[in-house]
């Protein structure tokens, strides 16, 4: 398993000194895919599979909580789409060194169905043709399956779908055509999932927001409705697109100790959700490809690495935290810091809302948020995903001399509220919200670097003084070394 770790201490000898410490950045990692077992388990406790051997009809044939073992050289399924294996309860699948499980370009998916306990250990597992949105192992989001120490490369759609209590350690998911985990369950979604150590890199080769513009279906890892996820001690690199996007209605996730680098969107996207730790990350040339995309067409919106959107801390959805909580992190020349973002037209029910169908975890139907009844309490309040409550400090944010204009912001703001007719959130209802009512706030942060922050809308964007003066008060404590005020 990887074993870096960010500048955590390092940020805390800024906090209790107030002297700025310059320190080596966090070294990449070295991508670790780990082998399976050279020889079987133990004599007869495993079945030793062969090269040409039909691994499908062995599964079939043996009972629950059988291992299999799979050795040195290229397996392949039935030559029809459609082949695949069907695992029972208990098994397990593990690879020697070198053990390859090939879709040859003309199988769908890997492992699939719903049993659960199951095991896929130390396998290459590459060339499977896995249909938009769909994975190629545990393409049916079965509970407790344990994907560990694989080499998930060269497939299209997703590496991997996730179920409940799915782990997923020290794998190299790289180079699919969507995503390395596409974390959907549909039902009654996804609980307990893991996602260790492991190297996610490369994804979306298909380039899938240009097939489907507006699909928001790209990147390292999507997220959808999961509650209860761990992250980390991952590399999440080149990905095109973002390297994390938890949508719609996510909660209690801890993002910690990860190596977040180089991937052309956001390197963090949280988006209409809920609950949220993000602890001794280190974020690194992130959101360059899109943010100058933006800054091309002339986009000012102030695009984030770290993006928080219509997301935030909610007492009354149970996880382990009641905040959003982004601390004692190291950004280092990003296309900017981190946006914290709420579209005023957004809202459970509304035509402008793309999670369509989707309503808020505080009210139990979308046709609840309706006029007249939106308008007053408490469904003015639970229609609404809220930017609240959001915890920014003891985080470390560098940008070089060669940046300036768009790439040096942080932002705190939301729009104009205008549609549908029958909102109650128009006009500046939420940008005032979200600005001072909401308890979003940045303090004890430390800045190098020409820093300026948009505030409320677009319109406003402020240098240092006056996001520290009032009437935002923001960033209490922070030290800052050439903010270009």
């Known amino acids: 398993m990887p074993t870096w770790r960010p500048l955590s201490l390092v940020l805390s000898l800024i906090l209790a000194t107030g002297v700025v410490v310059t320190a080596p950045a966090a070294a990449s ?15 007869d406790h495993a079945v030793v599979v062969e090269p040409g051997t039909d691994l499908s009809a062995k599964t079939r044939e043996l009972p629950a909580g059988t291992t299999f073992w799979l050795a040195k050289g290229t397996h392949k399924l039935d030559p029809d789409e459609f082949g695949q294996i069907i695992p029972k309860d208990g098994n397990a699948y593990l690879g020697a060194p070198g053990a390859i499980l090939d879709g040859a370009g003309v199988n769908r998916y890997a492992f699939t169905q719903q049993a659960s306990d199951v095991v896929i250990r130390g396998l290459t597992i590459r060339g499977f043709m896995a249909p938009q949105d769909q994975g190629v192992v545990n393409h049916d989001s079965g509970a407790h399956w344990t994907i560990e120490g694989n080499t998930i ?45 492991n190297e996610i890199s490369g994804n979306n080769t298909d380039d899938w927001e240009k097939k489907v513009p507006g699909c928001g279906c790209s990147g390292g890892v999507k997220f959808w409705a999961v509650d209860g996820a761990d992250v980390r001690g991952n590399w999440v690199h080149h990905n095109h697109g973002a390297g994390l996007w938890a949508d719609t209605n996510n909660n209690d996730f801890l993002i910690e100790d990860n190596v977040i680098e180089d991937n052309e969107a956001e390197a963090l996207f949280y988006e209409i959700s809920y609950n949220l730790v993000v602890r001794g990350n280190t974020f ?22 770290v993006y928080i959107s219509e997301s935030g801390g909610e007492p009354r959805v149970r996880a382990r935290t009641s905040l959003v909580e982004i601390t004692d992190n190291v950004f280092e020349d990003n296309w900017a810091g981190i946006t914290l973002w709420e579209n005023a037209d957004r809202f459970c029910n509304s035509p402008a809302n793309t999670s369509s169908g989707s309503c808020t975890l505080l009210v139990p139907s979308v046709s609840s948020c309706s006029s007249p009844g939106i308008a007053s309490k408490p469904l003015y309040d639970d229609c609404r995903w809220k930017t609240q409550r959001v915890s920014i400090h003891g985080n470390r944010f560098r940008i070089g001399s060669g940046c300036s204009g768009f790439c040096g912001r942080m932002a705190l703001l939301a729009n104009f509220g205008t549609y549908p007719d029958w909102s109650p ?16 706030r940045w303090y004890d942060n430390a800045y190098s670097g020409d820093w300026r922050f948009v505030v409320h809308d677009t319109s406003r964007t402020v240098g240092f003084s006056e996001w520290q003066g009032a009437p935002y008060s923001q960033d209490a404590g922070a030290s800052v070394e050439d903010s270009g005020r």
């Open 153 to 197: 490369e060269d497939n299209r759609g997703a590496a991997m779908m996730a179920g409940p209590r799915q782990q997923i350690l020290r794998n190299c998911l790289r180079n699919n055509g969507q995503y390395g985990i596409n974390a959907y369950r549909a039902g009654d979604g996804i609980t307990g999932l893991v996602v260790e150590g």
């Open 29 to 43: 990692p070295v991508a670790v895919c780990e082998a399976g077992p050279a020889s079987p388990p133990k004599p």
């Open 425 to 440: 959130y128009r006009g500046s209802t939420v940008s005032d919200a979200v600005t001072f009512r909401q308890e979003n």
């Open 284 to 305: 690194r040339r992130n959101t360059l490809v899109q943010g100058r995309a933006f800054a091309a067409r002339g986009d000012d919106f102030p695009v984030g690495t």
